[in-house]
């Protein structure tokens, strides 16, 4: 959770509108990774995605403020994948 927000099982639009406005009340820290995942500086975090039958959930991936900027070459790609 993240200023009581659930980060994980959610659909990923919800929670990506939720991080954009909660970034406009605070110092712009929001980027997208090169996969498209949306990443938050801030909260230490990326919206990964997982897939849950016919859907797709939030998995979120916390990371440090370093490994933001060279994610995917510092975890591999099973962090990344959806299953």
Do not use: F, N
């Not at 099982?9 to 995942?37: C, F, I, K, N, T």
């Not at 939030?58 to 995917?72: A, E, F, K, N």
Request: hydrophobic share 40%; net charge negative; proline share 5%.
């Amino acid at each position: 959770m993240a200023d009581g927000t659930a980060l994980v099982g959610r659909v990923p639009s919800e929670l990506e509108r939720w991080m954009e406005a909660r970034a406009e009340h605070r110092e712009p820290d929001l980027l997208y990774l090169p996969g498209g995942e949306l990443g938050s500086v801030g909260l230490g975090v990326a919206l990964c995605v997982q897939r849950a039958g016919d859907r797709l959930l939030t998995r979120p991936v916390c990371l440090s403020s370093d490994t933001m900027d060279d994610c995917y070459r510092k975890l591999g790609s099973d962090a990344w994948a959806i299953s």
